[in-house]
């Protein structure tokens, strides 16, 4: 079978690449279901877009350059901040319906912007009403064919480039041709001990493109987010994200002796940035401490309107969230790096390109501004949609000269990938240091030896860890406690 171009991935950036190349034809791939195995549609915290009065797309990129301590590219920060506004548009035109005050959109703060610019849609639910309306629309759409539950197991390539993928689905494995490759697949959670990201945001995409011979940068830069909820039965993978939002609202952090920890720590305490926050919460139980999340007087009866997704993951584990403090762990949450693309989406090989999560375009720099990941889906995911939407067709490959299908990236089995989980979460997690990274990376590298099936995604966790080693000093949410942390003002 042959497409214009596949987009492997159904997450914000995969659909919105997707729809805007119409009326080239597309081929969809995604592990589950269309719209629903991504990290997308479990987003809480809103997308960002300077649209309040006295606000603007330069004061939004400022403050992107703040988060990301300056080592943004300045080109891509300017694309994504001014794109932001036109994207929320063209959401709303796709019918998502977003929280409105007074007649105009309901602006939120959280943590790091200097204005209230962050839409949402259904209070804390904005990722799962994006994802229901750009699911309908490519759903809708007759230029693309989806192929739920299959994988994408190996990128298949003729004379240099990326000329197709085998996609591996319940009936088996299809070979799929197109003029384009674009990984759409998300993060890495998956990797580490706790997360915010589903298990699918394993790190198949760069295990791919690693795979093809493609450069990945920025690895070492992962972000955690400082409030997951602590479960009862203190489950590894998936945990329900506590909103940021939340302590935009007022709710603020405790030890288990009842002491704001946050107000020692830093002068905007609970408000401080996000990487400065989730270290002071691993501290704490670092120390032998727990921490909760009282938002019962800043929220209290409003919270099932307001932020319905998180109260009811708290009722669920038999936490009334109105009356009583919630349990927290900070969680792997977001990946700044990953394969490195230019302005245009292009990977360094060729016909393979890459968008949101899983591409590294450097507009994140070395921390991510909150709400910036749903907007980068959106923005640069169109955008290529559409360059690849007006290429012309190229000639068309025989199948005897494609050469390139080499072997399946594979799964990782349960163990192996909890050992994976424990050596990241440990020493290339929150807080890292030389003798720990060390460490992790000969364990690593033990590891792929030994398991060749499985060698492909653990080289993932071998990329990141060594790049963890080699930045020694601090910088964004890369914290080395054997240096000292570099913050741009
Ligand atoms: C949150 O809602 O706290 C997360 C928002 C984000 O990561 O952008």
């Given at each position: 079978m042959h497409f214009d171009l596949i987009v492997i991935g159904s997450g914000i950036a995969g659909l919105s690449t997707a729809l805007a190349a119409a009326p080239r034809r597309v081929a969809l791939i995604t592990r589950g279901e269309l719209a629903r195995d991504g990290s997308s549609r479990w987003a809480q915290g809103g997308i960002a877009a300077a649209i309040g009065e006295g606000d603007s797309a330069g004061a939004h990129a400022n403050d992107t350059l703040v988060a990301g301590n300056r080592l943004n590219d300045r080109d891509a920060v300017d694309a994504l901040t001014r794109g932001a506004a036109a994207a929320v548009d063209w959401l709303a035109g796709c019918g998502v319906a977003f929280d409105r005050a007074g007649g105009h959109y309901a602006l939120g703060r959280e943590a790091a912007h200097s204005q209230h610019r962050i839409v949402h849609a259904d209070g804390d639910a904005t990722g799962a009403a994006v994802m229901r309306a750009l699911g309908a629309a490519a759903r809708a759409a007759a230029h693309i064919d989806t192929f739920e539950h299959h994988e994408a197991a190996a990128l298949r390539r003729a004379g240099g480039r990326v000329v197709g993928v085998a996609a591996r689905g319940p009936g088996g494995t299809l070979d799929l041709g197109a003029d384009a490759v674009v990984l759409?697949?998300?993060?890495?959670?998956?990797?580490?001990?706790?997360?915010?990201?589903?298990?699918?945001?394993?790190a198949g995409g760069l295990a791919l493109a690693l795979e093809a011979g493609a450069a990945l940068s920025d690895m070492e830069f992962v972000q955690f987010h400082p409030t997951a909820l602590r479960t009862r039965d203190g489950r590894s993978g998936q945990l329900p994200l506590l909103t940021e939002a939340l302590r935009g609202a007022g709710a603020v952090l405790v030890n288990g002796a009842g002491k704001r920890f946050m107000r020692l720590i830093a002068r905007e305490a609970e408000l401080a940035p996000r990487d400065v926050v989730a270290r002071g919460v691993w501290g704490e139980l670092e120390r032998g401490e727990t921490v909760w999340l009282d938002a019962a007087g800043a929220v209290g009866a409003a919270f099932p309107e307001r932020f319905p997704t998180v109260f009811a993951s708290c009722m669920s584990e038999g936490i009334d969230p109105r009356r009583e403090p919630m349990p927290v762990v900070p969680a792997q949450h977001y990946h700044m790096g990953g394969v490195r693309v230019d302005a245009q989406a292009r990977t360094t090989v060729p016909g393979l390109y890459a968008v949101g999560e899983v591409a590294c375009t450097g507009v994140h720099g070395a921390n991510r501004l909150a709400s910036n990941s749903l907007l980068e889906g959106l923005v640069f995911g169109g955008a290529l949609g559409r360059r690849l939407g007006a290429l012309a067709p190229l000639p068309r490959i025989a199948a005897a000269e494609v050469v390139g299908t080499r072997a399946d990236i594979g799964a990782v089995g349960a163990e192996i990938a909890q050992t994976v989980r424990d050596l990241l979460w440990r020493h290339a997690g929150l807080v890292r240091d030389a003798h720990g990274l060390q460490q992790a990376l000969r364990a690593l590298q033990a590891l792929s030896a030994q398991n060749t099936a499985e060698r492909r995604r653990i080289a993932v966790a071998v990329e990141l860890t060594a790049a963890a080693l080699q930045r020694r000093d601090s910088v964004g949410a890369h914290y080395r406690s054997d240096s000292v942390q570099v913050r741009a003002g």
């Open positions: 759409a697949t998300g993060g890495i959670g998956a990797l580490y001990r706790h997360t915010t990201n589903p298990d699918t945001a394993d």
